[in-house]
């Protein structure tokens, strides 16, 4: 059997996209995606892969409008949003409270998983009141139909997020880079933000997952721990490279991996047990913000044979 797949090449998937690690019921065809991004497109809107990498909120958003297809306990990507949130110098912007009342920027979509959990931080770290912010989107939704809160509207044509911030037109945004002296990180020292929060709370945000046509699932049942076995042994073989320091001009990635290795540990945990507290943190988030009606059981976004998976 072979899959059609869509996966980025990471030092944790390399020995998966070069063969070296296996599946023992299937077969891995990858076709090389541009941007993961369009993946995620094509997969919730045309099942265009068997096995795909998704965006967490995109794969929560999908399955709450009936979407075939059935996550991993597998998270490829994880990151510390602290960073995502910049504003112009100019705007007033003194506390995140401040963004209270005014119109921010989000990069592409409501509901892509860096706004998710940039918004989380502002709601549960600094107390800001998400209703109380006009929400506009450089882009439109994967998950085409998502009916966006009242106070999530479209940025004008014609223009771009980065040029909106460096103007002052908008007086922050989510997850842009602007190299412009007019704009600033809204949180100061978010790398250090992000760690500490990993030490203090175990705030290690997931990014993505990988998901399966359920069609294929349900007429492989064994396929589910199988690929999970796959990526857990990649991940394995990544890890004691970088324990040992044998990873060749490390990336920004594998910096951010070797510190979580020296703060928690293992820095890519795979299972449910191991992330209950980030899965739990995601639905609530998700709901909380609108992009899923409500909030559901973590157990019920898996399939039963990986639940008491770990790796």
């Avoid at 795909?52 to 991993?72: D, N, P, Q, V």
């Avoid at 990988?210 to 294929?216: G, K, P, Q």
């Amino acid at each position: 059997m072979r899959l059609k797949t869509a996966l980025v090449t990471r030092g944790h998937t390399q020995p998966l996209k070069d063969g070296s690690i296996r599946p023992q019921t299937c077969e891995f065809e990858f076709e090389e995606v541009p941007a993961i991004i369009q993946a995620f497109r094509r997969m919730v809107r045309g099942l265009e892969f068997d096995v795909s990498e998704m965006a967490i909120t995109t794969y929560l958003c999908a399955r709450a409008y009936g979407k075939r297809f059935t996550a991993l306990p597998v998270f490829p990507m994880r990151a510390f949003h602290h960073g995502a949130i910049v504003c112009n110098t100019a705007a007033n912007i003194r506390v995140p409270k401040d963004l209270e009342g005014k119109r921010v920027g989000v990069n592409r979509g409501y509901t892509v998983t860096t706004g998710l959990w940039a918004r989380s931080i502002l709601q549960h770290e600094y107390g800001v009141d998400l209703r109380r912010i006009t929400w506009v989107l450089s882009g439109d939704e994967h998950v085409a139909e998502w009916p966006p809160p009242p106070n999530v509207v479209p940025m004008e044509q014609g223009k771009t997020l980065e040029d909106l911030i460096v103007s002052g037109e908008i007086p922050a945004a989510i997850g842009i880079q602007v190299d412009s002296p007019t704009v600033r990180p809204l949180i100061s020292n978010a790398a250090e933000a992000g760690l500490a929060a990993l030490r203090e709370r175990g705030l290690y945000p997931i990014n993505h997952t990988v998901v399966i046509r359920d069609e294929i699932l349900q007429a492989h049942p064994g396929l589910g721990p199988d690929l999970f076995g796959a990526f857990a042994e990649a991940k394995r073989v990544y890890v004691q490279r970088l324990a040992a320091g044998r990873i060749e001009q490390p990336s920004r990635d594998d910096g951010v991996c070797r510190r979580v290795l020296e703060i928690a540990g293992d820095p890519l945990p795979y299972g449910i047990a191991p992330n209950r507290q980030m899965l739990e943190a995601v639905v609530q988030y998700a709901a909380e913000q609108g992009i899923i009606p409500h909030a559901v059981a973590i157990e019920e976004l898996f399939p039963p044979n990986t639940h008491a998976l770990t790796a």
